[in-house]
């Protein structure tokens, strides 16, 4: 199941950038794909009677270029003794520089550390958060890793009713991309492997609401109708997944199925507590084709509130609102 072939990993000089450039080599060895390294210096911003472009402010810049990608190349060079790795260093907006890195090169992953270790607090509004929202390819934030022994990866995936005829097929490649990269990722790291579909039965406050006063037996049918609902197309989700993977690869895995009746913005993340989740592998679009939603409310709500890390996709025929003129 090799998923990713040109893997694009954004480091930092210093050794906290090695769990990153750890999971960004392995992750390449596996898929055979090709790897390129970058770090995003911010463009120097000239001082009072100092003009933009003028000699010193460009030996000042080549500086700041050349310390970085000093302290950086020594911690790469090791890494190239077992595959060939391209390495760059940007310069301007960080999240910008990425994405534009990414339209130049298409690349199909990223794969950065979040920009601050106490993330929980500060992902929305930050670099991170503009990254998730408008990175045309899969992003990766890593936070520091458990023993291969210990990894949990959780695919939180949607399989409801409630989107329009044209958003269904949409949707259903999306589940089957975060399906395909979590069962690939669980393989390579001999982890456990859970996927959680969070459903509601639509109406059934109103139907104890005093309008109605429906009997509480056909509440209770109806609800459990809505649940099989649920699972039924859960089931053929995993079907797929299992149908890719192979008979042994299944055996294997012995994959954990969470059927969870809520709302998933407080289920996905109380669950990832729970059974102590290494990586979340989820959807971060809710829909396409509506100008300015780069991110739905559900997904920016889940991450705020987790703390591991969390491998986001984006539906087929998202587009960046990023382009590569300035």
């Known amino acids: 199941m090799n998923r990713f072939k040109n893997i694009l990993c954004v480091a930092k000089p210093g050794e906290t950038s090695k769990p990153a450039i750890e999971r960004a080599v392995k992750l390449a060895q596996q898929n055979q794909a090709s790897l390129t390294i970058v770090d995003v210096v911010p463009k120097f911003t000239a001082g009072i009677n100092m003009p933009e472009g003028g000699p010193i402010s460009d030996e000042l810049q080549t500086a700041m270029q050349r310390d970085h990608e000093e302290h950086l190349k020594p911690l790469i060079e090791s890494y190239r003794k077992l595959m060939n790795i391209d390495f760059k260093i940007l310069t301007g907006e960080p999240f910008l520089e990425i994405i534009r890195q990414v339209l130049r090169c298409g690349h199909d992953l ?17 670099e991170d958060m503009h990254l998730l929202r408008k990175c045309p390819c899969p992003v990766w934030l890593i936070k520091t890793e458990k023993t291969p ?29 975060i399906l395909e990269m979590a069962g690939s990722l669980a393989i390579s790291d ?28 056909k509440i209770a049918a109806y609800v459990e109708q809505i649940r099989q609902q649920h699972d039924h197309k859960l089931d053929q989700l995993l079907e797929v997944l299992k149908n890719k993977l192979g008979s042994d690869a299944d055996a294997y895995l012995s994959i954990k199925k969470h059927l969870i009746k809520g709302w998933a913005r ?34 920016e709500s889940i991450l705020s509130q987790i703390n591991c890390s969390v491998l986001a996709i984006k539906p087929s025929g998202f587009k960046t609102p990023v382009s590569l003129g300035e």
Do not use: C
């Not at 950065?112 to 930050?126: C, F, Q, V």
């Not at 949990?152 to 589940?175: F, H, S």
């Not at 579909?197 to 006063?213: C, L, P, Q, T």
């Open 110 to 126: 990223v794969i950065k550390l979040p920009d601050t270790y106490d993330w929980l607090d500060r992902l929305l509004g930050s």
């Open 190 to 217: 001999f982890a456990e492997l859970h996927i959680v579909h969070v459903w509601d039965a639509v109406g059934e406050s109103a139907m104890r609401g005093a309008f109605m006063k429906t009997p509480e037996e």
């Open 266 to 299: 407080k289920e996905i993340p109380d669950l990832a507590k729970r059974i102590d989740a290494d990586i979340i592998v989820m959807g971060t679009v809710a829909r396409t084709g509506i100008p300015g939603l780069f991110m739905g409310n559900t997904a």
């Open 149 to 177: 022994s210990d990894r949990r990866i959780l695919a939180a995936v949607d399989v409801g009713g409630d989107y329009a005829e044209e958003e269904r097929e949409t949707l259903k490649n999306l589940n089957n991309q």
